[in-house]
């Protein structure tokens, strides 16, 4: 069958010019494999990072684009049991989501609620995990605690506002314009702040006395230190990102006579240490939020396979208020 996919041979500092949607033939599936139509695949930053070439990890060239996503089985080899046509599924990391049609091994796929919004779903692989882990690997956090993180109007920020409240945690979400107060405080937020120099005072006025023993990074630069200075001493800076394009910069005399501690966070070193059992737990749990409505991500907009171009685009720009979702099978 004719199918589409978006590929790029080459990456380049305008991330939208390296990459189109292009056909291709997909045979039927081999053995031990599953056709998946995919529903719908997001477009994350690292995705950004990965076609401009700025990404910790690059795959070789050529390659098709998509990290994560859900789908749904339209067929499978003779020897696949227990996985019925029709079957909502979670695809595997890293094997071309952008794309309208894949052929995977069917016992990647992990089946999914029915019923429940894909393109929810399809963000399930990244940004929840993320957000989940970095609250419980770190600072062992007791209901009423309190968490300091910037970036909160970022879909990890969103997620981990949400998470937080299940968890009976207290958020201080830290912006770097005005304008996206509105938006962290529809994701549940009660505290929103802009950053600044004055961050810790504003900080204190909310939280009094109380420790701030975990702050969440993802953008570098000032931005690390003003989240360091907000800590009780002994805390923790968990660093996942740099939004700002800048190296975390903390001044010495919060490492020596605050014993402020900077980790950092990455996903795919957890998928690499954790056992795979561990690690279904963790998304079974993610998804019975999603499905369940629990647990949600601002959508910007969705765009068809035909409209990479146009997707890639919005999802570098700099000031969105969701998430850009490729949903394959859109019209154009």
């Known amino acids: 069958m004719k199918a589409k996919h978006a590929r790029y041979e080459t990456r380049g500092p305008v991330p939208q010019d390296v990459i189109s949607a292009v056909e291709f033939e997909l045979p039927p599936p081999a053995s031990g494999q599953a056709t998946v139509e995919v529903l719908a695949s997001p477009i994350n930053p690292s995705d950004v990072l990965t076609l401009t070439g700025e990404y910790g990890i690059l ?11 859900v789908g749904r089985v339209t067929a499978a080899a003779d020897d696949v049991s227990g996985l019925a046509v029709g079957t909502l599924v979670l695809l595997p990391i890293s094997c071309g989501s952008w794309s309208t049609h894949l052929n995977l091994p069917a016992k990647a796929l992990v089946p999914l609620p029915p019923g429940a919004d894909p393109v929810q779903l399809s963000m399930l692989t990244i940004n929840p995990p993320t957000a989940w882990l970095m609250l419980s690997e770190f600072v062992d956090l007791q209901p009423g605690d309190w968490v300091i993180q910037n970036a909160a109007n970022s879909a990890v920020g969103g997620y981990l506002v949400q998470i937080a409240a299940m968890r009976g945690l207290n958020t201080l979400n830290v912006v770097r314009r005005e304008d996206a107060i509105a938006a962290v405080k529809a994701s549940g937020a009660e ?7 004055d961050l810790p005072k504003r900080v204190r006025t909310i939280v009094g006395e109380a420790p701030v023993r975990l702050a969440i990074d993802c953008v570098g630069g000032l931005s690390t230190e003003n989240l360091a200075r907000c800590l009780s001493e002994g805390g923790t800076v968990v660093n996942y990102g740099a939004m700002s394009g800048e190296r975390c910069m903390i001044s010495p005399r919060y ?9 950092g966070f990455w996903l795919s070193q957890w998928f690499k240490r954790t056992p795979a059992a561990q690690r279904m737990a963790v998304f079974a749990d993610i998804a019975k939020q999603v499905a369940q409505g629990k647990l949600r991500a601002r959508v910007q907009a969705e765009y068809g396979i035909d409209q990479i171009k146009e997707a890639i685009a919005a999802a570098a720009a700099g000031e969105r208020e969701g998430k850009i979702v490729i949903t394959p099978t859109r019209n154009s």
């Open 59 to 69: 795959p070789p060239l050529p390659t098709i684009g998509g990290n994560e996503g």
């Open 191 to 197: 505290h929103v702040l802009v950053d600044g120099d």
């Open 255 to 263: 490492f020596v006579f605050r014993d402020i501690t900077l980790k």
